[in-house]
């Protein structure tokens, strides 16, 4: 049974930082393109960043500069590093495959980003 566990988030000034981690269990996620998501209240999950199993990245227009995704498939963890934060990046953060899978959207953690 494969689960995804997000945390890291909470209430960070504009310009401010937050690391996010996914704790993924599962013995294939070496081999396994991850995939960092955002859903902001009153708006559809958005695709935020991406890492293919051999570390290749990709980000979101939006976040492109700021956020940084990577991995340590030792720890079995995707760790999403935020810096320069801004109010626009308040939202639920979740991890998931790439593509992501219904069956394995977690909790989320949360962003607030505020003064």
């Known amino acids: 049974q494969v689960q995804l566990v997000e945390s890291g988030g909470g209430l960070v000034q504009p310009g401010g930082s937050l690391r996010l981690s996914c704790a993924i269990s599962?013995?294939?996620?070496?081999?396994?393109?991850m995939g960092w998501y955002r859903q902001a209240v009153g708006n559809q999950r958005e695709w935020v960043a991406r890492?293919?199993?051999?570390?290749?990245?990709d980000y979101a227009d939006s976040v492109k500069g700021r956020f940084t995704i990577s991995r340590d498939n030792a720890k079995n963890t995707v760790y999403l590093q935020m810096n320069s934060l801004k109010p626009e990046d308040t939202a639920v953060y979740y991890c998931?495959?790439?593509?992501?899978?219904?069956?394995?959207w977690g909790q989320g953690t949360q962003v607030t980003v505020s003064s």
């Open positions: 998931n495959l790439v593509p992501p899978s219904d069956r394995y």
């Open positions: 890492i293919t199993s051999d570390g290749t990245t």
């Open positions: 599962g013995s294939m996620f070496r081999f396994w393109a």
